[in-house]
């Protein structure tokens, strides 16, 4: 520090003259260099960091790294290069008020103060100097690695790189891989991992008995080919990206047509979609027509319960951005980019402007439905022009078998109302605002789902429409819930609760709609719920009024000629004949039928992929409070990692999502190529080459076989190995005749399935055990446990009734129930219709299946990129007691009967064979046949569905 | 206590992430010893057992009563004489004041009148008067804050530390640190209110990215643990003899594979299964209680739902009694109308909290009077919570209190926490805290601290983030310590 002491400027004279330096400026005007590494870095580590650096940023300041310390903090830029005196860092040093002073406890020396002083005003120069993002493994670009020479050449397999690798490994380690398993070990093991089901004891018979050299291989292209690929490996990214089918929190209701983005993952997987185009159709699939593809982006949890509070509403919009940048971050790059909230990331080069940079990316994307374009869009279009068409024409029939209203009758000619609907016919009246009020109810608030007021004439069209220039108002609406009940929901064209009206008073309200323009009207219908789901609500007494101003009503119809009201009454109007009461019954079940058809063709439109509009601004919030708003910020990548990429400041909502993704797939980026191999890995192993596959940060586990994950890496976006396909016809890919194209997840799960490293037994030996007793090393294949749904499918499979069904909305585990607080009761009692692939189970956020959700299944709340395994008792009674299992134990004994006849010993055959693709032990038969013969089928078909052997895989 | 890192190292479960996070935060001097995280060493083959704490704890178990729906603390146990003074006037500043629900109306004084209880003469309200008649066993926090003024979000952070879904919840945090001392028990039972689950369902007692072996296992007196029992349709001699098979098909296929601890731990739960079915069946038979017992807690009242919590408080004790680690007790459940179904108070508080109180009052002051004169209360620690509060005023326009995380009051008992004491206060009308303000977290990192654990270093590394029951935040609430 000596050449600094001598350094010294006339703009610091003040610092001086506030007494805290010990020797006198010296008066030379020649600012002599100033070494940022060797004299200033030191001084800021020493003195500054430990608050304002990767662990705390006091006042929102970071001093470790240039970005951030030219940017300042939050009163603030700290250093204006070339400007000392306007610099804050300056200021707070010689601050001469001990509360304002930098650092607090001891004062820097003058020449300390000096030191910065020069340095700031040479232009506070700061050298690139290693820092984390040249440092960290993962930060640097993918270089593809030479392939390790083999010291100990398997001739039994052919040559394949991912072996030398693993092998050279192994062997600095005094192991070595084990031989190949036998077949019926290997099909087992293939089947379950690739496609999430077991092998028929025929298939297993075939690949055993099968001569050919290739025989293994037209297995795995086999499987690789089935859709149920697709399904299997569907159910690992689901898990990471956090997808569940209701909305989390409080009320927790359904999103009935988030499935769209289920089926979208498992097309895309069996269609070996590139990879790439994979990532860009998750963050930008309207600009690249995949709309479904964007269920990604709202997969997660979202609070509808709405407050006046500005507060509330601020934190909820905060923290639904928060997991579309968490879950980004995580699932595409490996990195927890939501830990930049309200700070600097504490271990990976992420600032806090990055996450506003992210933030305001997403600042478009609200949670909701949208129309999604498919191919099938104009079918359905017209389908549902045919089916409203009949409609129409069904409900006037329906319509001329009810009685007229008569609002002066004192006889009650009508029937008493119901919840479902209520028809409310009159003489043509011409009419500008109808209005309905409640003088009672059956409980609670007033109710209506939906009002209809209907033109006269041949081809009767609802009026009240909003859709058709009408207009609402009411006396009051129910507060809470506004996403199941609200005004608008009055005549908005949907049926049901979850789209109602509803009054802020018990038992009495009125509303009114305005209609576009005065017209002749004979019909009114109403209900509290078409759907039927709820009776309560209902309105008892009340009278419709009609009017052309505003100011003198006529009574139309009321509630006054209709029987009294009692529960469960019938619906059936009075005094029809038999012939138009059979006639009345006939209508009733095919309006709701086609009702039904237009919901669902209807449905089939939308999808849970999130509303897009114009971004909101987005603001860099101080230590990431909604409350606390700081400067705008643009939509940004990350600064310091990856390519380098610009996104203009007035970007569009999905020019900002599709710039984000081209960045994340550029092949030059050092992290998705690595992060998505590894969770390919991961799944066939049990466990990734990096064991934190959602972080591969410097707080994430460093990879077992950092080589292997470049080769793999590198080999997926410039693929050069030839695809070992034996019978396929993909065009070639640019690496060569046999090379498939870049991006292909199948290419790298062939070269993984096909190794000897893959291949190998998975018996243990004590030589492995003594030095990897976790198995990271491979010297055997890592037995496993399957997780809950391919357990599930396993047991329906043996008993004979999985239904391969693909696509499509879910079987529900749960009984229905509408409470606006949903209530998830399990289901006891099972059919065809929950005998399909668990993957297609309506996936609650939350709430796990009474059977399997024991069985570590992620819940959704977060991302759950690894499950965890656990063994409980629970699981033991779960699979011993419970009624589903029960039953299939039952359905795989009826099964088997129907497969081995009546003979015991052949019986026990057939279920061996089944469940474990393989013959019994004579001590096995034995045993068996007596239980079977003391007890029935079905006892030994229970045991074996809790068996060990049943559960995992070798 | 462990301290160095070879202790660490052995002790945490290993894996290289937290291998890797230690070394670098031990190379960049981040972490003092006293905060470097500690992860439970936990067996695959029996992740139950019982460990050590960190330090020596005061309690060995926790009762955690949650009352779903926000109990009103000024009609309870938060007792403002200024309110009662300024009933009909407005909160100052309240004009502009938006809540939950939205405006404000004027202060109302408590709907119940507080009177001195026990010897320690602390204001408890006339709404629970056998639960009063405990204050002197009661350590009360007034001046506690919620993050969020949402039920669900705020059920979620009393229940997790996190208002936001799918983080593990703190029963789930204390098996999962201290595993259990009962091995035919689940090591944390979740007893909803006979009324329904409460408001955010099993997130209460999940135990999100931790070990699915570490959830709250949800059973009530009147419901027992789901597929418990062996099916009717079964006999006792085909199950028993079904099970002997399955046990011979188990062993003969480990016999080849005897390396894998997997094998036999799953060997190992069917064998606790069996004892399971025997010991949940005798904790959640009540028929031997003594009359007087059953009296006491009321478990005949006719109306059901006060019956059904009644039994459900004895259930409590009973699974106490036999070292279940955790037990988290519910009264009010999800919204079914509002007020209907919990203490959600907004319209017509009077009448909907006469409701409540009267099924809350007397079974959880029998279980608080029997777990003192059983001794359990010597080394349990109960703690009674709610969500948030409610605003000293009225709505505008009705006769009820809307949200209020600015301040409320909850309070703990037994094991390792003062009698008879009142931490932090709240200002004059009820509505902010203003002395010895104290968090969510703060009241996690207490309860963990009164079981020997330190809430700084018990964690669990799950997505790029050493998590902690209590986040970044926290501090133990000396005052409230014995």
Not at chain 1, 187 to 202: A, N, V
Not at chain 1, 305 to 317: A, C, M
Not at chain 1, 377 to 403: D, M, V
Not at chain 1, 768 to 780: F, T
């Amino acid at each position: 520090m000596h050449r600094i002491a001598f350094v010294a400027l006339p703009l610091l004279s003040w610092a001086v003259a506030s007494g805290l330096g010990n020797e006198p400026p010296k008066g030379s005007t020649t600012p002599a260099a100033v070494d940022f590494a060797r004299d200033v870095q030191p001084l800021l580590a020493k003195h500054c960091v430990s608050c304002h650096g990767p662990d705390k940023q006091k006042g929102g300041l970071r001093l470790d790294r240039s970005a951030d310390a030219l940017t300042g903090g939050d009163t603030g830029k700290a250093v204006v290069p070339g400007k000392p005196a306007d610099s804050l860092l300056l200021k707070k040093i010689t601050s001469k008020d001990a509360k304002e002073r930098m650092p607090p406890r001891d004062p820097l020396s003058a020449a300390q103060i000096r030191t910065l002083s020069a340095w700031i005003e040479a232009g506070a120069k700061w050298p690139a100097t290693e820092t984390i993002a040249d440092k960290h493994w993962s930060f640097q670009p993918v270089k593809r690695p030479p392939i390790p020479v083999s010291r100990e050449p398997k001739a039994s397999v052919a040559p394949n790189p991912i072996d030398a690798f693993i092998v050279a490994k192994l062997s600095d380690n005094g192991l070595s891989l084990l031989p190949e398993s036998d077949r019926r070990t290997l099909i087992r093991r293939l089947k379950f991992d690739l496609l999430g089901l077991p092998p028929t004891p025929e298939e297993v018979d075939a690949f055993v008995n099968a001569k050919d050299a290739n025989a293994y291989e037209k297995l795995v292209d086999k499987y690789l080919a089935s859709p149920h690929y697709g399904e299997r490996w569907a159910r690992h990214w689901l898990d990471a990206v956090r997808f569940a089918e209701s909305n989390g929190f409080e009320t927790n209701q359904p999103r009935p047509n988030a499935y769209h983005y289920r089926d979208y993952v498992i097309k895309s997987l069996n269609l070996d979609k590139p990879f790439d185009q994979f990532v860009r159709e998750q963050l930008a699939g309207d600009t690249l027509g995949a709309d479904a593809a964007t269920g990604f982006l709202v997969g997660g949890a979202w609070d509808e319960v709405k407050s006046p509070d500005i507060t509330l509403t601020l934190n909820q919009r905060a923290d639904e951005l928060h997991d579309m940048i968490g879950t980004t971050g995580s699932t595409f790059l490996g990195l927890t980019v939501a830990c930049a909230r309200c700070h600097a990331h504490k271990f990976d080069p992420i600032s806090q402007l990055d996450y506003y940079g992210f933030k305001a990316v997403f600042a478009g994307v609200r949670h909701g439905e949208r129309l999604v374009r498919t191919d099938a869009g104009i079918a359905i279009a017209k389908e549902a022009e045919r089916l409203r068409e009949q409609l129409s024409e069904l409900e006037g029939k329906f319509t001329a078998l009810e009685p007229h209203a008569d609002p002066v009758a004192t006889e009650t000619r009508r029937t008493a109302v119901n919840p479902r609907l209520n028809t409310e016919r009159f003489k043509p009246v011409k009419a500008k605002f109808v209005r309905f009020v409640v003088f009672e109810s059956s409980s609670a608030e007033p109710c209506i789902d939906e009002l209809e007021v209907f033109a006269s004439g041949p081809k009767p069209v609802n009026v009240a429409l909003a859709s058709s220039g009408a207009k609402a108002v009411s006396s009051g609406n129910f507060p809470n819930a506004p996403s199941l009940h609200s005004l608008a929901f009055l005549h908005d064209g949907k049926y049901g609760n979850g789209r109602s009206w509803i009054s802020n008073k018990p038992g009495r309200g009125w509303v009114q709609i305005e209609l576009a323009e005065p017209t002749l009207i004979d019909r009114i219908v109403w209900g509290r719920d078409r759907e039927g789901k709820y009776l309560d609500r209902l309105p008892t007494r009340y009278r419709i009024d009609v009017s052309t101003d505003r100011e003198s009503w006529s009574v139309i119809a009321s509630s006054d000629d209709r029987t009294p009201f009692a529960e469960g009454a019938s619906a059936i109007p009075n005094g029809l004949t038999v012939a138009e009461r059979a006639a009345w019954l006939k209508l009733t079940k095919q309006i709701a039928d086609l009702r039904k058809q237009l919901t669902d063709v209807a449905r089939g439109q939308m999808a849970y992929a999130g509303k897009l509009m114009a971004p909101e601004a987005t603001y860099r919030l101080h230590r990431g409070d909604a409350t606390q708003k700081k400067e705008v910020v643009a939509p940004g990548v990350l600064s310091e990692l990856g390519p380098k990429l610009h996104i203009p400041e007035n970007a569009t909502d999905p020019d900002r999502r599709a710039a984000l993704a081209k960045w994340i797939t550029s092949p030059a980026h050092p992290l998705t190529a690595r992060v998505i191999v590894n969770r390919l890995w991961q799944h066939h192993f049990g466990t990734g080459i990096v064991d934190t596959p959602s972080d591969f940060g410097k707080n994430g586990a460093r990879p077992s076989h950092p080589e292997l994950l470049d080769w793999l890496a590198s080999e997926l976006v410039v693929p050069a190995n030839p695809d070992r396909k034996v019978g396929g016809n993909a065009p070639p890919g640019p690496g060569g005749p046999d090379t498939p194209q870049p991006w292909s997840l199948k290419h790298i799960h062939r070269l993984i399935v096909t190794s000897a490293t893959y291949r190998q037994s998975s018996a243990a030996n004590a030589a492995g055990l003594a030095k990897d007793a976790q198995s990271r090393l491979l010297w055997r294949y890592p037995p496993r446990r399957v997780e809950a749904e391919p357990l599930r499918d396993a047991v329906l499979f043996v008993s004979g009734k999985l239904d391969l069904k693909m696509g499509g909305p879910g079987f529900d585990l749960f009984e229905p129930n509408g409470n606006y607080v949903k209530v998830y009761t399990p289901k006891k009692q099972f059919g065809p219709t929950e005998f399909r692939r668990m993957i297609y189970q309506f996936k609650p956020r939350m709430q796990l299946d009474d059977t399997f959700g024991a069985f570590d299944c992620p819940d959704a709340g977060q991302i759950a990129p690894k499950r965890n395994v656990s063994t409980t008792p629970l699981q033991a009674l779960n699979l011993l007691n419970s009624t589903f299992m029960l039953q299939q134990a039952g359905h795989f004994a009826e099964r088997v009967e129907k497969d081995a006849g009546a003979d015991i010993g052949a019986q026990v055959k057939r279920v061996f064979a089944l469940a474990f693709q393989r013959a019994p032990s004579n001590k096995e038969l034995a045993a068996a046949t007596k239980l079977v013969k003391d007890h029935g089928l079905a006892a030994l078909c229970r045991a074996v569905l809790n068996a060990n052997e049943f559960v995992f895989v070798d | 206590m462990l301290t160095s890192r070879r202790d660490f190292l052995a002790y945490a479960s290993t894996g290289l992430g937290g291998i890797a996070l230690t070394a670098l935060l031990a190379e960049q001097g981040l972490l003092a010893n006293d905060k470097i995280p500690l992860r439970p060493d936990i067996r695959p083959d029996s992740p139950l057992i019982a460990r050590k704490p960190h330090f020596a704890p005061k309690a060995k178990r926790v009762l955690a009563v949650f009352c779903s729906g926000a109990v009103s603390h000024v009609d309870t146990f938060d007792h403002k004489p200024e309110l009662v003074k300024r009933d009909g006037q407005p909160l100052p500043g309240g004009e502009k004041l938006v809540t939950f629900q939205g405006a404000q109306g004027n202060l109302v004084k408590p709907l119940w009148a507080f009177k001195p209880r026990g010897q320690s003469g602390k204001m408890v309200s006339d709404l629970l008067p056998n639960l009063a008649t405990l204050a002197d066993e009661m350590c009360f926090v007034h001046s506690m804050t919620a993050k969020s003024n949402t039920h669900g979000p705020g059920e979620n952070q009393m229940s997790t530390g996190f208002t936001l879904d799918g983080f593990p919840s703190t029963g789930a945090w204390v098996s999962y640190a201290l595993g259990s001392e009962n091995r035919d028990l689940p090591a944390f039972v979740a007893i909803p209110d006979p009324r329904g689950v409460p408001q955010v369902g099993p997130n209460n007692w999940g135990s999100a990215f931790l070990p699915g072996v570490f959830q709250g296992t949800p059973f009530t007196a009147d419901k027992p643990l789901a597929n418990l029992n062996r099916p009717a349709s079964i006999s006792e001699k085909t199950d028993a003899d079904t099970r002997d098979f399955l046990k011979f098909l188990n062993d003969d296929h480990a016999k080849t594979r005897a390396s894998d601890s997997q094998l036999s731990a799953r060997i190992a739960s069917y064998e606790m299964a069996a004892k399971m079915q025997l010991r949940a069946a005798e904790v959640a038979d009540l028929s031997k209680e003594p009359r007087a017992i059953h009296d006491a807690y009321g478990t005949g009242d006719k109306d059901k739902w006060k019956s059904g919590f009644a039994r459900n408080c004895l259930l409590a004790r009973r699974l106490l009694e036999r070292d279940v680690r955790f037990v988290q007790l519910f009264n009010g459940s999800y919204a079914m109308g509002e007020g209907v179904g919990n203490w959600d108070g907004h319209k017509t508080l009077k009448s909907q909290y006469e409701t409540h109180a009267a099924i809350l009052d007397r079974p959880l002051a029998a279980l608080l009077t029997d777990l003192k004169r059983t001794g359990l209360l010597k080394d349990t620690l109960v703690v009674w919570v709610t969500e948030f509060g409610r605003m000293p005023t009225f709505q505008k326009g009705a006769s009820g209190r809307d949200h209020n995380p600015k301040g409320f009051t909850v309070w703990l008992a037994g094991a390792g926490v003062k009698r008879a004491h009142s931490y932090g206060a709240t200002d004059e009308f009820g509505y902010q805290a203003a002395e010895k303000i104290a968090t969510i977290y703060d009241l996690h990192a207490t309860i963990l601290h009164i079981l020997g654990l330190n809430h700084e270093r018990l964690s669990f590394y799950h997505n790029g983030i050493e998590r902690r029951l209590t986040d970044v935040h926290g501090e133990v609430l000396e005052g409230v310590l014995a």
